[in-house]
T-cell receptor, first 115, second 115 residues
Framework: EAGVAQSPRYKIIEKRQSVAFWCNPI?????LYWYQQILGQGPKLLIQ????????DSQLPKDRFSAERLKGVDSTLKIQPAKLEDSAVYLC?????????????FGPGTRLLVL | AQSVTQPDIHITVSEGASLELRCNYS??????LFWYVQSPGQGLQLLLK??????LVQGIKGFEAEFKRSQSSFNLRKPSVHWSDAAEYFC?????????????FGQGTTLQVKP
């Protein structure tokens, strides 16, 4: 079974530029998560999708971050404009259904460096 | 507010020695508790989880964890560490709230294994 795919794996941009990350969850998984992991910290949830609807985006900085999952499969996370403090690893995870009973499977992440 | 504390940022053990990684949580009720492992350049992998019932939980790769309500702890243990166990370990709590699968992670413990 293929795991969660993410691209690109690495990205370097200058502050005020825009960047986008892509995630393809495990086939059939209805729930998709984006986490931000800053160096030396644990991951922090940015947004949770159930199919193509948002369940929780309370910690998403909506002035600069946006995310979509138009067809309930792939998802894109965008930052515009980027700040230095956005340097982090962005992890995508998926599960077959929402709630904590179902295991979240994580992708390898996209490492972003903002200069 | 819910939180997770991993008191040890870095631990070094000799191969074959026993291991215990500490985790304390703050939550009003009994939460869902998890341990994840992250190897360099890879996503997080679930080691084990606790929802209810037996407070000693068995996981993959020979790991186990014990939930102690009186101490608000969920420590991870392994009787004999292998060099391949070197990685970063994250404890997480999942507040029960409807469809949210939000995980709150500790800052992580980096495990180094000496030959």
């Amino acid at each position: 079974e293929a795991g969660v795919a993410q691209s690109p794996r690495y990205k370097i941009i200058e502050k005020r530029q825009s960047v986008a990350f892509w995630c393809n969850p495990i086939s059939g998984h209805a729930t998709l998560y984006w986490y931000q992991q800053i160096l030396g910290q644990g991951p922090k949830l940015l947004i949770q999708f159930q199919n193509n609807g948002v369940v929780d985006d309370s910690q998403l900085p909506k002035d600069r971050f946006s995310a979509e999952r138009l067809k309930g499969v792939d998802s894109t996370l965008k930052i515009q404009p980027a700040k230095l403090e956005d340097s982090a690893v962005y992890l995508c995870a998926s599960s077959s259904s929402p709630g904590h009973q179902e295991t979240q499977y994580f992708g390898p992440g996209t490492r972003l460096l903002v200069l | 507010a819910q939180s997770v504390t991993q008191p040890d940022i870095h631990i070094t053990v000799s191969e074959g020695a026993s291991l215990e990684l500490r985790c304390n949580y703050s939550y009003g009720a009994t939460p869902y508790l998890f341990w994840y492992v992250q190897s360099p350049g890879q996503g997080l992998q679930l080691l084990l989880k606790y929802f209810s019932g037996d407070t000693l939980v068995q996981g993959i790769k020979g790991f186990e964890a014990e939930f102690k309500r009186s101490q608000s702890s969920f420590n991870l243990r392994k009787p004999s560490v292998h060099w391949s166990d070197a990685a970063e370990y994250f404890c997480a709590v999942g507040p029960f709230s409807g469809n949210t699968g939000k995980l709150i992670f500790g800052q992580g413990t980096t495990l180094q294994v000496k030959p």
